[in-house]
T-cell receptor, first 111, second 111 residues
């Protein structure tokens, strides 16, 4: 069964460093998303991407964040200068549209 | 903005009992609602997507109902098993397909 994959599973970085989180969505899906979950809190929407552009973003998704689909399979989230409060589990999701299917997540720890 | 609330936050049941998990949402102009399962430290597994035109959706021992007018959805799990122990998340869409999540129902099934 097709699934969303994410790499790395765990990333540790120093405050102020840039990180890139990678996702491979399900191959025939058209909509791509990033969400995050801070420990003990709700899953929060960050951004959605369709037709090679951002279709919607939340107030969390400020100028420090960017997304890219560099080729036909990968979808990346870049955080330019990480802060302590960026520590969270980051989930990628994709949909055909319809059901959103989530990846296993990348745990980002900012020290 | 869509606000999703799940009650109860946590529950423990003996194996074999039926589970009833409740979700309420504030914006009833939804076209579907999704239920997920999350195991500790893991990603989100989609369980059911129920369309706004449906009143119920079933998958095996799982049954989800949706009442848009009252802003409620209920997930029933029949004949619970220890393997059903997990957190169950309800998610309602708003905007351009972003999902708003509840905090979850944390379930423990006691053998």
């Amino acid at each position: 069964e097709p699934e969303v994959t994410q790499t790395p599973s765990h990333q540790v970085t120093q405050m102020g460093q840039e990180v890139i989180l990678r996702c491979v969505p399900i191959s025939n899906h058209l909509y791509f998303y990033w969400y995050r979950q801070i420990l003990g809190q709700k899953v929060e929407f960050l951004v959605s991407f369709y037709n090679n552009e951002i279709s919607e973003k939340s107030e969390i998704f400020d100028d420090q964040f960017s997304v890219e689909r560099p080729d036909g399979s990968n979808f990346t989230l870049k955080i330019r200068s990480t802060k302590l409060e960026d520590s969270a589990m980051y989930f990628c999701a994709s949909s055909a549209p319809g059901t959103q299917y989530f990846g296993p997540g990348t745990r980002l720890t900012v020290l | 903005k869509q606000e999703v609330t799940q009650i109860p936050a946590a529950l423990s049941v003996p194996e074999g009992e039926n589970l009833v998990l409740n979700c309420s949402f504030t914006d009833s102009a939804i076209y579907n609602l999704q239920w997920f399962r999350q195991d500790p430290g893991k990603g989100l597994t989609s369980l059911l997507l129920i369309q706004s035109s449906q009143r119920e959706q079933t998958s095996g021992r799982l049954n989800a109902s949706l009442d848009k007018s009252s802003g409620r959805s209920t997930l029933y799990i029949a004949a619970s098993q220890p393997g059903d122990s997990a957190t169950y998340l309800c998610a309602a869409p708003y905007g351009n397909n972003r999902l708003a999540f509840g905090k979850g129902n944390q379930v423990v099934v006691i053998p």
